[in-house]
């Protein structure tokens, strides 16, 4: 396997609503942004692979005005995945791998306040069974909740200190939605949104857009100073179907977390892409990062997708923060986390390292 | 260095206007099953599913990778979800092939699929978006304009687009599977057929089908080891451009032009008329055959048309193109791509029955979409690099 580094990222602030800016226009600046900090032009890589979704957009081919904030000419060779970006990285760091690339544009982005998001989201199930029953995406995940709770797997309480945690973290994160300090039992306290779940145990709804650069072996010495090397990079699917899949456990996140060497030494920092409380602690578990109560890492310094939760893009921004503590020199192992579908269907773990 | 990989087995459903037979899961996995019958393969072989489709609204549902996870035997495995507009089916073939070459997977599924009965393209392809303009013209309304570009430069007969449309028909005739197969087609009934989009006649268009298609690629260290006729991934490459710039080409784009030569070298193919043995083209309206000889750089520009009129591209002709009757017989738009891309590699493998090109050792893959602006081919051979 090639040497592989993320070597430069950039995102918008997570809002709620992107009034008065399309896609391309959130897309642009990070772009921008990215060429300033690296130095290289994303249409100047080896190779361009982009994550959004049609459905949020409520268009066909909304993808497809991606190549204009790219400025793709002359033609790219580039592709797209119809998954968070965090996926696209992975195609991305594929191509490298085969020798076709040196670097490699990777971007997510999304606008799921144009429409009703928790409802769009009822549109990924089985249409034939499931769907027209329109199972929201908070309702969904609040049945895995109340299964948690009921067989003993957690608690309101570790969902309310997760809740509280994040939001604490984002404080210290400009581009995060939700900011505040308030303790276990003020969240308590809340009323029931989707019971067992609070507003506090979900993630927002958000606008936004990531970008991240990747270059092979000494490129990316060239372009950084301290790449985040990718040490290990897995995704797993499981069946979509709830009742034939363990909810009290994240078992894909397992498995990816198990072939790309979480385990394999310390981990300083993990961002994680859990859009709700109980699913950030099953996932947690499934690293074996709450294992150890000595433990060193922390989980979530920017807020995770509980703070900020740019649907397509919050995946690979999960990566791009890993990755940037460890330009820093903050961190020097950390592990990433994206998700997708309901329940945590599909999980995708990065383990970044800096040198 | 890259891992040589090859196509082993090729899995495709029968096409039709509506298969009411068969769910999506259904469909899906007919198409894997007979991927995985002809590679002799069970699910469990499998390392991981690549599925590519068009846009979600064309069935409406959002993602739907997620939810034909278990359908295609891909439940704990790793799943990746494709889509370039029209040139998804080969980019989703590209991807797929990726995993094996860059050594991260042995051996991967890779299926395409469009169900368009269950809902409706033309709706998918004229909603109208906040900040975008609606041309509410669907794809033809689009690519109208560029065919009549193509007439004026090319000096092309307006007859042209007839004889590629009579051509497919007639070679879809020797295709079990094709969607539309006209026992009495004829050039007076294309000519006479209803003009959709000056210059594309209703029979110069395709049809809206229900359809998928599935490959099983290989590493080279298990294809090996088999003593069938495979097909060797030569080389692959895709290329993407905006829709729209002042002094863009639509007619003729950079972006294939980029791709073809890319593919030629990566191939090691200087003289790509003499050396490739036939081709399958994305031709979703007739003109899109000499556009392509020309875009693919198999003819000098402006002469795409005499390859069709000197009946070069018939399935008996010096390049055979679309021998399984095409886009224009088929059409399950996100599986269209990849059904190109399978119809080369049966050819190298001379399983393709009554459309079969004698002697085929060398293919072409070839699937476009968008505005003109995204392109994805490769080269398959029956012989290794």
Redesign the interface.
Known sequence: ?RDVAVVGFEQSPCVRREQNR?EVEVLVPVLRALREQTGVAGADCDFICSGS???L?????????G??AV?????????????DGA?AL??AW??I????AETALVYGFGKPS?GDLPM??A??????CV?PLWPDAISMAGLQARHCLDAGVLTEREMAAAAARDRRHAMQNSNAQLRWDRSVDEILAEPYLANPLRKSDCAPISDGASAILLAAGDRAREICERPAWIRGI????????LG?RDLGRS??TQ?AAEKAGVGSGKIDVAELSAPFTHQEILVERALGLSLDSSSQTVVNPSGGALAGNPLMAVGLSRIGECASRIFSGEADRGVAHAT???CL??NLICVLEGE | ??ELTAVVGIGQTKYEAKRLDL??PGLVRDAAEKALVDADCSWADIDAVILGK??????????????L??ALG????????????GSVGG?TA??AA??V????HDRVLCVAFEKQS?SNAIW??T?S????LATVAGAGGYFAPLVRGYIRRSGAPEDTGIRVAVKDRENALRNPLAHLRLEDISFDLVANSPMLWDPIRYLETCPSSDGACALVLENESLASKRSNKLAWIHAT???????M?SGRDQVM???TL??AKNLYKKAGITKPREEIDCAEIYVPFSWFEPMWMEGMLITEPNQGWKMTYEGATALDGDFPVNMSGGVLSSNPIGASGLIRFAEAARQVRGIAGEHQVDGARKALGHAYG??S?YFSTWIVDSAKP
């Not at chain 1, 957009?57 to 005005?65: D, P």
């Not at chain 1, 791998?97 to 076709?100: A, F």
């Not at chain 2, 978006?129 to 975008?132: E, G, K, N, T």
Request: a negative charge.
């Open positions: 396997m399309n979704s049609d459905y957009a409520g268009q066909s081919f909304a993808f497809v005005s190549l204009d400025g793709a000419w002359p033609p790219v060779s580039e592709s797209h995945v119809e998954m996926w992975y195609e594929v191509k791998q085969m020798g076709q144009m769009t989201m549109l990924q199930l089985d249409p034939y769907m897995e995704h797993i699917c499981e069946p979509i179907d034939v078992r894909s498995i997708s579908g309901p269907q599909q | 260095m890259a769910s999506m068009a846009p979600d609204l064309f069935e409406g549902v959002m993602m739907p990778e997620l939810f996870n278990e891909g439940a704990y495995k790793p799943m990746l979800r494709v889509h370039t507009a980019s590209i991807v990726s995993m070459q860059s050594g991260v269950e998918a392809l909603i978006a906040p900040f975008s490459e895709m290329r993407s451009e905006p829709t710039f784009p950079q972006a980029d791709n968008g505005g602006q």
